[in-house]
């Protein structure tokens, strides 16, 4: 099947951890996004990247890290810089064109105790 | 910069009965796209329906329809013939044309709850 698929969808990890997390698509999407949502508001971009080996950083990128070293994969790592890393996390793609519809993962539930 | 606001928390309907959801947004632009995402319980971001802001015909999905005024800034979402399956929350999301910077900015949601 066609899609966006995340993992873990959940983990737990210990405050001063760097943690990644993964995002692979074969949907044959150039463009890749992380998005973060925390309870009751909507989501806030932390990183996209429109090609291989190209990444922009988003409105709250600080604390966080990706790369893209293959079109279909856009991991994030959240570093301990992240002040408040408990949050869940969603990754998404479009072809990249103007216009075109960005569709979403399942997402990741990131717990830092 | 691109704001979105919903100004309706949450919102209630009786099965098979319609419900409207409001959007405003701001922005300098003249050319657009607006987008209804639904996230269920499950939190996946589900696309319900998608607006060009150069069209004026309002966008229609099934029993979901759009009403864009595009002069007062606003992209209500119009669910017909509720299920229990609608129930969740509702965002609305605005996105410039401009390649390069793909970004959706979203509002905060509206939580949609269905009375059998």
């Known amino acids: 099947d066609g899609g966006i698929t995340q993992s873990p969808k959940y983990l737990f990890r210990k405050e001063g951890q760097n943690v990644t997390l993964s995002c692979e698509q074969n949907?044959?999407?150039?463009?890749m996004y992380w998005y973060r949502q925390d309870p009751g508001q909507g989501l806030r971009l932390i990183y996209y990247?429109?090609?291989?080996?190209?990444?922009q950083k988003g409105d709250i990128a600080e604390g966080y890290s990706v790369s893209r070293e293959k079109k279909e994969s856009f991991p994030l790592t959240v570093t301990s810089a992240q002040k408040n890393p408990t949050a869940f996390y969603l990754c998404?793609?479009?072809?990249?064109?103007?216009?075109?519809?960005?569709?979403f993962g399942e997402g990741s539930w990131l717990t830092v105790v | 910069a691109q704001t979105v606001t919903q100004s309706q928390p949450e919102m209630s309907v009786q099965e098979a009965e319609t419900v409207t959801l409001s959007c405003t947004y701001d922005?300098?632009?003249?050319?657009?796209?607006l987008f209804w995402y639904k996230q269920p319980p499950s939190r996946q971001m589900i696309l319900v329906i998608r607006?060009?802001?150069?069209?004026?015909q309002n966008a229609t999905e099934n029993r979901f329809s759009v009403n864009f005024q595009k002069a007062a800034k606003s992209f209500s979402l119009k669910i017909s013939d509720s299920q229990l399956g609608d129930a969740a929350m509702y965002f609305c999301?605005?996105?410039?044309?401009?390649?390069?910077?793909?970004?959706?900015?979203f509002g905060t949601g509206t939580r949609l709850t269905i009375i059998p």
């Open positions: 949907l044959n999407h150039d463009a």
């Open positions: 922005t300098s632009e003249s050319d657009y796209y």
């Open positions: 990247s429109q090609i291989v080996n190209d990444f």
């Open positions: 998404a793609s479009s072809l990249g064109l103007s216009g075109n519809t960005i569709y």
């Open positions: 607006q060009e802001a150069y069209k004026q």
């Open positions: 999301a605005y996105k410039k044309p401009n390649f390069g910077n793909e970004k959706l900015t």
